[in-house]
């Protein structure tokens, strides 16, 4: 059973970067039946997806964030992270990784993780 | 980017009742549609795929229709638990979108 758990800062400063990390358990991060990605939810609002990497290490990016945002894995220690720059309040929120298939069904979530922008 | 629309986007139901929420696409995505269920604190959770497939352990009384760019679910008969926020997701390609959900409130 495939399960994936996020892990980073929980407070980040206005202007500084963004880094957060997926374990993922049950599934290697370079498998060819399994894409990797990140999603998240301001408080109280809708999902916005983020960003995938697929397992031949190729990345798709939200057009709105691309330019502040990297994914990239670790296939030695099974993750694959996340790094957004330059952050402002609006970046705060929920943040999951997700493991869609290969026709982009997210079925699998990690169980997300709040990450505030404040000074 | 295709944009996702939901409607409505609460709606007040009570146990045993039928709900059904609309998800519009901007473009057509043929059924490249899925539905997510979100209950507060948790992660979503995928019920519905290619538009109208259930996922496996998914009560049957929940039901997905539509094609190209109008979409339903529709949850037959309200129980306890279906109380949550509801979530479209076309599949077509990126940049991935979502709808703005429904929340599914106890009347």
């Known amino acids: 059973q495939l399960q994936l758990q996020e892990s980073g800062p929980g407070l980040v400063k206005p202007s500084e970067t963004l880094s957060l990390t997926c374990t993922v358990s049950?599934?290697?991060?370079?498998?060819?039946?399994?894409?990797w990605g990140w999603i998240r939810q301001p408080p109280g609002k809708g999902l916005e997806w983020i960003a995938t990497?697929?397992?031949?290490?190729?990345?798709y990016y939200n057009p709105s964030l691309k330019s502040r945002v990297t994914i990239s894995r670790d296939t030695s220690k099974n993750q694959f992270s996340l790094k957004l720059t330059s952050v402002t309040v609006a970046d705060t929120a929920v943040y999951y990784c997700?493991?869609?298939?290969?026709?982009?069904?997210?079925?699998?979530w990690g169980q997300g993780t709040l990450v505030t922008v404040s000074s | 980017d295709i944009q996702m629309t939901q409607s409505p986007s609460s709606v007040s139901a009570s146990v045993g009742d039928r709900v059904t929420i609309t998800c519009r696409a901007s473009?057509?995505?043929?059924?490249?549609l899925a539905w997510y269920q979100q209950r507060p604190g948790k992660a979503p959770k995928l019920l519905i795929t290619?538009?109208?497939t259930l996922q496996s352990g998914v009560p049957s009384r929940f039901s997905g229709g539509g094609s190209g760019t109008e979409f339903t679910l529709t949850i037959s008969s309200l129980q306890p638990e279906d109380f949550a926020t509801y979530y479209c997701?076309?599949?077509?390609?990126?940049?991935?979108?979502f709808g703005g959900g429904t929340k599914v409130e106890i009347k």
């Open positions: 997700a493991s869609p298939d290969a026709s982009l069904w997210i079925d699998y």
């Open positions: 049950g599934a290697s991060v370079s498998n060819s039946h399994y894409f």
């Open positions: 990497i697929y397992y031949s290490g190729s990345t």
């Open positions: 473009q057509g995505i043929a059924n490249w």
């Open positions: 290619a538009a109208s």
């Open positions: 997701q076309q599949a077509k390609g990126f940049p991935q979108t």
